[in-house]
C-alpha cells in the first residue's frame, strides 16, 4: 500500500527536494562543496606549513656572515671584565643559558664563557680570571687545564643575502614613520 503525501502549493522548497531532479541536483551540490571544502583544507594545511618552516629560519635564514677576526685574551693581557662582556655582548652572548650563541656568568673576579650551539666555532668552554686590570689566569672548563690563550667569538660585521649579495636589514619603526612622513610632505614626490 502505497502512501501519498500531499504538499501544499506553498511549499516549493518541499516540493523541490521530493523531485527527482531536485535531489539530484541537492546531492551534486553537497558533494561539489564537500570536495571543494576537503580540498581547500587540503592546501591550507600544506601551506600552513610551509610557511611555519619559513618563519621558524627567520628572516635571514640564507645569509652569508662576515665576522671579525676573534678577539685573543691572553694570560697578563691588561684587560677588564667589564671589556670582555662587552664583546661578548656584541658577538651575541647573554646572560641566559638558553641563549644560542652562547652565554657568559661574571663572577666578581672572573668571567665564565660558554659558547653555545648556533656559535662561530666549537671552542670550549672556559673561565678568564683577573687579578687587579690583568688576566692572571684562563681555565677549560672541559678539562680543567689551565689555557695561555683563549678565542672570544668574532663580532658579525654584515651579512649578504642572495647570488647577488645583496644587503637585507629589518628596518625599525621609525625609519619606516619618517620616510612615510617624507613621502607624503614633498610636494615633488606627487607632481
Given at each position: 500500500?502505497?502512501?501519498?503525501?500531499?504538499?501544499p502549493?506553498?511549499?516549493?522548497?518541499?516540493?523541490?527536494?521530493?523531485?527527482?531532479?531536485?535531489?539530484?541536483?541537492?546531492?551534486?551540490?553537497?558533494?561539489?562543496?564537500?570536495?571543494a571544502?576537503?580540498t581547500?583544507?587540503?592546501y591550507?594545511?600544506?601551506?600552513?606549513?610551509?610557511?611555519?618552516?619559513?618563519?621558524a629560519?627567520?628572516?635571514?635564514a640564507?645569509?652569508?656572515?662576515?665576522?671579525?677576526?676573534?678577539?685573543v685574551?691572553?694570560?697578563?693581557?691588561?684587560?677588564?671584565?667589564?671589556?670582555?662582556?662587552?664583546?661578548?655582548?656584541?658577538?651575541?652572548?647573554?646572560?641566559?643559558?638558553?641563549?644560542?650563541m652562547?652565554?657568559?656568568?661574571?663572577?666578581?673576579d672572573?668571567?665564565?664563557?660558554?659558547?653555545?650551539?648556533?656559535?662561530?666555532?666549537?671552542?670550549?668552554?672556559?673561565?678568564?680570571k683577573?687579578?687587579?686590570?690583568?688576566?692572571?689566569?684562563i681555565?677549560?672548563?672541559?678539562?680543567n687545564?689551565?689555557r695561555?690563550q683563549?678565542?672570544?667569538?668574532?663580532?658579525?660585521?654584515?651579512?649578504?643575502?642572495?647570488?647577488?649579495?645583496?644587503?637585507?636589514?629589518?628596518?625599525?619603526?621609525?625609519?619606516?614613520r619618517?620616510?612615510?612622513?617624507?613621502?607624503?610632505?614633498?610636494r615633488?614626490?606627487?607632481?
Amino acid at each position: 500500500m502505497a502512501v501519498r503525501i500531499q504538499v501544499p502549493k506553498k511549499a516549493a522548497l518541499v516540493r523541490f527536494v521530493l523531485n527527482p531532479w531536485g535531489r539530484a541536483f541537492l546531492i551534486a551540490f553537497i558533494v561539489i562543496n564537500t570536495a571543494a571544502l576537503l580540498t581547500f583544507t587540503y592546501y591550507y594545511i600544506q601551506y600552513a606549513r610551509l610557511i611555519e618552516q619559513k618563519l621558524a629560519a627567520g628572516p635571514f635564514a640564507n645569509t652569508s656572515m662576515l665576522f671579525a677576526a676573534p678577539q685573543v685574551v691572553m694570560t697578563g693581557d691588561e684587560t677588564s671584565a667589564a671589556e670582555i662582556v662587552a664583546q661578548l655582548r656584541r658577538s651575541g652572548y647573554g646572560e641566559t643559558r638558553g641563549n644560542r650563541m652562547g652565554w657568559y656568568n661574571l663572577r666578581p673576579d672572573a668571567v665564565e664563557i660558554y659558547p653555545g650551539p648556533d656559535s662561530y666555532f666549537d671552542q670550549e668552554e672556559g673561565v678568564v680570571k683577573f687579578r687587579g686590570k690583568k688576566v692572571s689566569q684562563i681555565i677549560s672548563l672541559r678539562d680543567n687545564a689551565e689555557r695561555t690563550q683563549y678565542l672570544l667569538e668574532p663580532e658579525l660585521i654584515s651579512n649578504l643575502f642572495d647570488r647577488n649579495r645583496e644587503k637585507r636589514r629589518t628596518s625599525g619603526s621609525s625609519n619606516t614613520r619618517d620616510l612615510i612622513q617624507f613621502a607624503s610632505s614633498s610636494r615633488r614626490w606627487w607632481t
